[in-house]
């Protein structure tokens, strides 16, 4: 799959960003969500390893599900990767580049240049990158100028204060900050995870994730928390969120991903 420049996501974004007073109809795209632990597709609480569950034992087939259900873009991560600081399971996201012709997302262990060409190459979309937006900014200034459209900055946060390596490491570094000094990098998505709310089923952090789009000129995509369609819509209906990642509601059945998209699309 080649996905070329100015990637629809991007101008489409700008076009959400709403001017003061100003309410615009935006498009969100809904971004099903893909965690591989082991091999598996998993849904953990709060980042927690040792809090897994395991969904499918076939991530590809899972990937063509929420395919077949109409989703725009798939959102994967590689969680043993982001704590191993490398690609672990780079197999079964391979299986699912080859089953599924949407365009996808991946972070999890990408923290250097040869990572990020590899996984483009491979045919990925876009790569997210976590903890070298902490450790290694320039690097993901470089991508960003290598590959333009093709790289997002993930930022997770505990608090308001961005975490990094697995979300085991803490930092005293406000998402803000950190989100506001990549505004001129030319990155395509911040996607902005509460940790908090992640996994638990308890709704998004709607008021955290719009000030961070007001705050920077850079498409936000809400990760963490979004359990319904209710929560689906209020992120919408803020005018300034780009998209919405969502896991575990799609498993267990409280968002039913095709439903979601026929709203979102209405
Ligand atoms: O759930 C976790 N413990 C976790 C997770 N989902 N830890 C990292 N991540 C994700 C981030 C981001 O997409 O949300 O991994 C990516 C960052 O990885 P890295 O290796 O760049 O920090």
């Known amino acids: 799959m080649t996905l070329g420049r100015g990637f629809a996501l991007q101008s489409r974004a700008a076009q959400c960003k709403t001017p003061p ?107 997210i990158l976590g903890t070298v937006a902490v450790e290694d900014p320039d690097l993901v200034r470089q991508a960003a100028k290598a590959f333009p459209g093709q790289v997002a900055v993930g930022l997770d946060a505990r608090n308001g204060m961005v975490a990094t390596r697995g979300w085991a490491e803490e930092t005293d570094i406000d998402v803000t900050d950190l989100a506001k000094s990549f505004q001129d990098a030319g990155i395509a998505a911040i996607i902005y995870t509460d940790i908090l709310r992640d996994g638990a089923m308890k709704g998004p952090n709607i008021d955290a994730t719009a000030a961070l789009a007001r705050a920077v000129d850079i498409p936000v995509i809400a990760s963490g928390g979004v359990s319904s369609m209710a929560d689906l819509t209020a992120l919408k209906d803020t005018g300034v969120i780009s998209g919405a990642i969502s896991g575990r509601a799609l498993y267990d059945g409280a968002i039913n991903l095709s439903d979601a998209l026929t709203a979102l699309r209405s």
């Open 21 to 127: 007073n100003f309410k615009l109809e935006c498009k969100m795209i809904l971004y099903p969500a893909i965690d591989l632990k082991d091999g598996n597709a998993v849904r953990l609480v709060h980042g927690d390893m040792d809090q897994t569950t395991v969904f499918n034992d076939d991530p590809a087939a899972q990937a063509s599900e929420f395919v077949q259900a109409g989703c725009a873009w798939l959102h994967l991560v590689d969680l043993n990767g982001a704590f191993a600081g490398e690609p672990v399971n780079a197999a079964p996201v391979e299986a699912i580049l080859k089953a599924c012709k949407v365009p996808a997302q991946l972070g999890g262990g990408i923290r250097d240049m040869a990572t990020i060409e590899r996984w483009l190459d491979k045919g990925l979309a876009r790569v």
